[in-house]
């Protein structure tokens, strides 16, 4: 373990994730000396709270990085693009949550739990995945580790969280619309994606897209999770050796996004109870998977929690090998602040910080 | 066409489904006279509207069905299992929206689009097959005929109204309550199912459990919409030749249930192009699949309309021949009250009623 003292700026401090990584922080095992909270010159003067204490947030530029040992950036992709690389000259170590850096050759993407040997090769910038890719990974990686996995096919349950404060506050305002009668269509600013031409209400609806649609009329999100799940899961870089594919959806959730997965293993011996095994043996996985008590996971119990709950864990009756999970986690967390700090964590243990 | 006027009689006309046939009947082309509204006990006396016009409901008994030629019926397995064998020994035809006739062998399970034939054998009872089956057919029929379909895999994301009225009241109390900042779970007193021992709130959140679980900790409901779709495609009840899966999970959405399938047809030749010719040519469906222009099918879109809305068809870029769908539709009208009353239509139409 290091002995200093680091010195941490938490880039984008002032957002939905970035609130959720100062107070992951202040509950880690990081030996933290001073904290710095930087954003945008927009946010530049306001207070954050850090624990008891409150910081004053400061406007981030390349010359922000001076004495900074450890930057947890979530400031989207274009910040992380023009100052990620200026923090490393500094001599800090970046961990990302935006999407700029994640298919980089050059920057391990990490969940600590799954593939924490990617720290040891990184160069000075780490990358958060995408959040519907880090719980899906949870729940994936005992499994791909002891039968293999052929198929991967997913469906996502997003909550508006992910699309960040102010979707939360326009899903609220359409929700109370509706319940007084009133059109939802006014209040439709931000969902489904902040840039793109139309924006609909989330409020009793269901919305499938996430992000800009590219080739193959996938949409972005759709493949962050395809390609950012076959950078983690697998070491060689052979996409060929697991299919991945899905859909993702927004729905009216506020926090915690839902996963509907059919994973097609390797072992047509691999039973129901195996699957149910490797998730009670694997770190930070929690099984939640009494049906006969009706429990399961669900988006409203994860919340604020920083662990991966599957539950629904069913087997294809007509397809030997292949199962049915439900993965449940707090996107905010293990779905970005948490994995980010844990990654710090990581590194600290793996003496790399 | 026959060219008698019909007595029709709605058996649990003070439902959510029950007040939604009646005024599909009122716009149907059904040639009806007088027209009954039936219900239990508890409801007699109460009026229900229908067109310009006001009925009395009557209470539903084994006697009530005295020179009706056509009863409508979406009361419940128990009410439908009592009752129906009455009212076809009366000499009426019943088409029934419960569970409880839909695999018996003698009873013709009918989506007028996908099946019609099978009513030529019918024996008074016709059953309309779930909500969640009857969508998804629409789409998979012309796929079936056209490419074969070797296995589907469904993600269900299923709108509180399947659960009746008081679920749509708690649901829209419980997203009262969150948006006060008070607790949600006074209100849980129906969802996920009333019958059974837990109740959990579905605003902002999402609930793995659609009826009660069954062997294998699948729910009634997926085993429902797995047997239903056989039924319904495979003419010769061999299920080998079509492999059916999925996972059935309720949604905060009042009205329109959403469908992400994903379908490994028996041709690897076949298009994207290919599928959306084959949603544009069949009757009932509407493609709404441009995603330059931001078109996708929503479930608010879909409210109050009798057409199953297909869309987000893409390839799996790494299995040649399988397609991803993404199907809306409302739920209480195709799902329930339009498809009973559209199997009446045909039935005049084919000269069965």
Known sequence: MSEKKLTVAVLGATGAVGRRILDQLQQSTIPYGTVRALASAKSAGEKVPFGHEVLTVEEATASSFEGVDLVLASAGGSVSKNLAPAAVKAGAVVIDNSSYWRMDNNVPLVVPEVNPEALLHHKGIIANPNCSTTQLVMALKPIHDRFGLDQVIISTYQAASGAGQAAIDEV????????????????????????????????????????????????????????????????????????????????????GHGESVYVQTGDEQATVADIRQLMVDFPGVVLEDDVAHQVYPQPVEAEGKRETFVGRIRADLENPGAFHLWIVSDNLLKGAAWNTVEIAEKMVEMNLL
């Open 172 to 255: 609220k305002a359409e929700a109370q619309a509706r319940l007084n009668g009133q059109s939802m269509a006014e209040h439709a600013k931000i969902l489904p994606v902040k840039s793109d031409k139309k924006h609909y209400p989330l409020a009793f609806n269901l919305l499938p897209q996430i992000d800009v649609f590219e080739d193959g009329d996938y949409t972005h999100e759709e493949y962050k999770m395809i390609h950012e799940t076959k950078k983690i899961l697998l070491d060689d870089k052979d996409s060929r050796e697991m299919k991945v594919t899905g859909t993702a959806v927004r729905v009216p959730v506020i926090i």
